[in-house]
């Protein structure tokens, strides 16, 4: 929850920069871009290693066979808890930038996860008990904060204008560790290796991501928590709606990135070879896809490509419980793959709504210009975190309602039905609030009772 301050900064020396105004286009031009864009490269290799070490447990479930002596049910259970933690701390990671630093904030969430990586690799071996797995895979859930502190951070150093792309990629660079944590274990399971050998891979990279962020990137001063704000974003009835639709659309993302394996072994019987096989596929289409919804909902409006990205998961959604009945596991795969497309190009318009949404209530209230900008700044800046956590928690639902629907009943198809329901009433509630215009004689009528002007939000 920051905001740029007015007050002049002290001088700290360092990497701290004194003055930042990326809405000055002099400015950008000749100092800000590339700055901007240093910050982002070195913001999303922490973010993906984030995202890889947060997902760790969908891959480690795969190599855990009959010796470890857990259920289908242990499993999502065990990746659930991981997605609740990585749910939780996102709201503090969003604190931590402006108290201390971007780069100093990643240089710490970025060493931190040495202590989930080498605890795994501890114990990670058949007759370890259920509770200290669990225990394990909740401290690799603050990977998951790691996307929170990310998006906080690169959020302040761009324009608005150029937020839709910036996010994008800086998300989709992060998600992008989804894939590409379940295709090292696909070579590792593929050449025999244990799981030791996997979280042994890992260690040197978290270490040189810290290295990275502590050489090349910055901390803004002027960016400041703004407990106001905060209080402010809360009370906002479109904080909220957003957290909604983000369950939909990342909630949907992650909790199928750790959920396609144990589905696919589960349910069709694979191997884990022949499931990390298939697995990563999806999280990593789902991952390129997201710059691309920001520059879309940039150009064309992010509640128009929210509305109808929503009616295509719904269609994907169809074809899964007709694959699921059918036990056909081409179509289900498929399905599921242009599902986790889907996601991916809603996360995008999803979060480009954000700050469109609270500028567009700031030039309804009479501001204009910079006023307006910082407004929007400051609401979309401190909704942020909280929308990425709520958000989140669809993942942990996900879960939990596979691990239901295959204790009930054997199989997946009852949680896919319900993720179909739960689709319809997003795109509903983006067409409703974000896209549904009143009719004449209903806006007339409203002109003239109301005194303040009508809020449009069909291009935010």
Not at 10 to 25: K, L, M
Not at 142 to 153: D, E, K, L, P, V
Not at 338 to 351: E, K
Not at 359 to 382: I, N, P, W
Request: charge should be positive; glycine fraction near 12%; include cysteine.
């Amino acid at each position: 929850m920051t905001a740029p301050s007015t007050a002049p900064a002290s001088s700290r020396g360092g990497r701290w920069i004194e003055h930042w105004d990326p809405e000055d286009e002099t400015f950008w031009k000749e100092t800000g871009e590339k700055v901007a864009r240093r910050n982002l490269w070195f913001s999303v290799l922490s973010e993906h290693i984030g995202f890889s070490i947060w997902t760790l447990w969908s891959v480690m479930v795969l190599f855990m066979g009959p010796e470890y002596g857990l259920t289908p049910a242990d499993k999502f259970f065990l990746v659930a808890m991981g997605t609740l933690v990585g749910s939780i701390v996102r709201v503090p990671y969003t604190f931590a930038v402006a108290r201390f630093g971007g780069r100093n904030w990643t240089i710490f969430s970025a060493s931190a996860l040495l202590a989930p990586t080498i605890a795994a690799y501890i114990v990670m071996e058949p007759g370890t008990s259920y509770s200290t797995f669990m225990a394990c895979a909740v401290l690799a859930g603050i990977g998951g904060g790691n996307f929170a502190s990310s998006m906080t951070n690169i959020n302040s150093f761009f324009p608005l204008r150029k937020k839709g792309w910036a996010l994008g990629l800086n998300a989709g660079g992060g998600n992008i560790g989804v894939p590409v944590v379940q295709l090292v274990g696909l070579a590792v399971i593929g050449a025999s290796g244990g799981p030791r050998l996997l979280l042994g891979l890992y260690i040197p990279f978290i270490i040189i991501s810290a290295v990275c962020a502590a050489v090349f990137m910055n901390n803004i001063s002027s960016v400041k928590n703004d407990t106001g704000a905060a209080k402010d974003a809360v009370k906002d009835a479109h904080t909220w709606i957003m957290s909604f639709l983000y369950i939909g659309t990342f909630g949907s993302f992650i909790g199928y990135s750790f959920a396609f394996g144990l589905v696919l072994q589960t349910q069709f019987g694979r191997t884990p070879l022949q499931a990390a096989s298939i697995t990563f596929i999806g999280p990593l289409l789902g991952s390129l896809i997201r710059p691309l919804g920001g520059w879309l909902a940039d150009r064309f409006g992010g509640a128009k490509i929210t509305l109808w990205n929503f009616a295509a998961m719904m269609v994907a959604t169809g074809a899964i419980v007709a694959a699921s009945m059918e036990k056909s596991l081409p179509l289900f795969s498929v399905a599921f793959i242009a599902l986790f497309v889907l996601t991916g190009l809603g996360n995008g318009s999803t979060y480009k709504m954000i700050p469109g949404i609270f500028q567009t209530k700031a030039v309804a209230m009479g501001l204009d210009g910079e006023a307006a900008a910082a407004y929007g700044r400051r609401l979309s800046g401190a909704s942020m975190g909280l929308i990425g956590a709520v958000g989140a928690l669809g993942g942990l639902g996900i879960n939990l309602a596979f691990r239901q629907s295959f204790l009930s009943a054997g199989t997946g198809t009852g949680a896919f039905v319900a993720f179909l329901a739960f689709y319809a009433v997003c795109f509903v509630v983006t067409w409703a609030v974000y896209l549904r215009r009143p009719s004449a004689a209903k806006g007339e009528a409203t002109a003239a009772a109301e005194a303040k002007p009508q809020l449009s939000y069909a291009e935010v």
